[in-house]
Structures are given as C-alpha cells and as structure tokens.
C-alpha cells in the first residue's frame, strides 16, 4: 500500500526553467511533509517542510504548495540549476506517527 | 556540529552471517530512525528509538533489531542474512517530538554475498 506517491520517476527541465515535482498521498494521518534530495551513495538532504495547516511555504528558489482537500502537494523550484540535478523524495509525517513515509522519488535531470 | 556518523560506510558478508551497523545522531536529539533503501523498493522504515526505547517499527521480520543507548547513539543488528538484505542502509536522527526534521547520515552499504 503506497501512501506517498510521485508518479513521476522522472523530470527533465532545461537550466533557468521551472522544475514542478508532484506528490499525491492518501493518508489523512499526515500531518506536515518534507522534500528532500538526495545524491547517490548519500544520505537524504532535507530541503523544505510544510505543516497541515498551511497551504504554501518558500525557501528562496523553493516552494511547497499544500492542497489538503486533493491530498496533493507539489514542489517548486525556479529558477532551476544544474546543481539541482538529483532524486526528490517526497515524504509524509505526523506528529503522533513517530516515522517518515517516503514517496519513490523523482529523478529531476537540469540541463545547461 | 557534527552531523550524523554511520559506521562503517561500506560492509560484505556472507549469507547466514550477523552483521551490527553503528549511529551516532546530532548532539541533543533524542530520536533515532533506519531506513533501508533498495532500487526495487524505495526508502523503507525499520524502526525508531526514542529515549532507549522502541516506538515505532515497520514491516520487517524478526531477523532486524536495534537498540538505543543512553547516550542516543544508536545500532542495528541483522542476523543470518540473506542476499536480498544487500542494501544501502540509513540512519537519521530528530529531536522527535512535534514537527520534527529528520536528518540522515551517509548510510552503509551492505552488500551479501
């Protein structure tokens, strides 16, 4: 049972262009999410949050918006960077869960 | 301050063998979590220590364990292993309480021949 999905293992976008990473989860327990990147042979990289109560947080070329009702969210970055180019790892908590749960990731590919 | 230290970073044993991977979380946190990742099955919880005492546990068998001790560090322990237990495995610590970022080490990389 897949409670965090990104259905896109993959994401090409040209550098100085918008990247939209989407997550879809089906889980009402979650209570705040979390993006994060990583490198292959690393660990994750924590890159932002969003609590249930908000719809929309930003982090300099970052941006998670929240849409509760479609238990949706989505990560924006922009402009985006070769540098950018990693896994994204959408991921799902809750403050009386104790665990993450993490979507399959999406290869996001910057090309100069 | 120091991040989070997994030891030892890469690991080969043979099938049937025990195998004990050490964490050392950021200084202060209380939560310790292992996450085993695979190509075919993504990111996957084992389970959370807290204050030395189990509190969350995911779907693995009996053959995965842990402890926490006093001091918040943290080892998992996987006894006769089996090929498919080849993976990268993660640790990451948080404060645990309340909206809490996680935050891994570089992982160990177990491989089974």
């Known amino acids: 049972d897949q409670q965090v999905k990104q259905n896109s293992p993959s994401l090409s976008v040209q550098e100085g262009r918008i990247s939209i990473l989407n997550c879809d989860y089906t889980?009402?327990?979650?209570?705040?999410f979390l993006w994060y990147k990583k490198y292959p042979a690393e660990g994750p990289t924590f890159l932002i949050s969003?609590?249930?109560?908000?719809d929309k947080n930003e982090d300099g070329r970052f941006t998670v918006f929240l849409n509760k009702s479609a238990k949706h969210l989505s990560l924006h970055i922009v402009p985006s960077q070769p540098g950018d180019s990693a896994v994204y790892f959408c991921?799902?908590?809750?403050?009386?869960?104790?665990?993450?749960?993490f979507g399959q990731g999406t290869i996001l590919t910057v090309h100069p | 301050k120091a991040g989070v230290t997994q030891t030892p970073r890469y690991l080969i044993k043979t099938r049937g063998q025990q195998v004990t991977l050490s964490c050392s979380p950021i200084?202060?946190?209380?939560?310790v979590s292992w996450y085993q990742q695979t190509p075919g099955q993504g990111l996957q919880f084992l389970f959370e220590?807290?204050?030395?005492?189990?509190?969350n546990k995911g779907n693995f068998p009996g053959r995965f364990s842990g402890r926490q001790f006093s001091n918040s560090r943290s080892e998992m322990n996987v006894s006769t292993l089996e090929l498919g237990d080849s993976a990268l495995y993660l640790c990451?610590?948080?404060?645990?309480?309340?909206?809490?970022?996680?935050?891994f080490g570089s992982g160990t990389r177990l491989t089974v021949v």
């Open positions: 991921v799902a908590g809750g403050t009386s869960y104790g665990k993450l749960t």
């Open positions: 220590y807290f204050s030395e005492t189990q509190r």
């Open positions: 200084s202060g946190h209380r939560s």
């Open positions: 889980n009402s327990m979650f209570d705040y």
């Open positions: 990451a610590s948080s404060s645990g309480q309340g909206i809490a970022v996680y935050t």
């Open positions: 969003i609590s249930s109560i908000k």
